[in-house]
């Protein structure tokens, strides 16, 4: 069963590691999230750095994993 966009839960964070496509998104000081780029990014071809501040959708089934959707300018 697919789950619809009204589970996901939306987070803000800041990327502090990037290998092979994963980064690793911290969402606060004790939570880091393994996440992937969504398809719109990937097709913009918009590049996400260390130290951007990004936000990323989660499942609520598991915190651990999600992708990112958006960049947040500064």
């Not at 964070?13 to 092979?20: K, P, R």
């Not at 606060?28 to 996440?35: D, F, G, K, M, T």
């Not at 913009?44 to 651990?64: F, K, Q």
């Amino acid at each position: 069963m697919r789950e619809s966009k009204r589970d996901r839960i939306e987070l803000e964070g800041t990327v502090v590691d990037d290998a092979n496509g994963k980064f690793r998104v911290q969402i606060n000081e004790n939570h880091v999230v393994l996440a992937t780029l969504s398809g719109k990014i990937r097709q913009n071809s918009i590049r996400i750095l260390l130290g951007d501040t990004v936000s990323v959708e989660v499942s609520p089934y598991d915190m651990n994993m999600g992708r990112i959707i958006r960049r947040i300018r500064n």
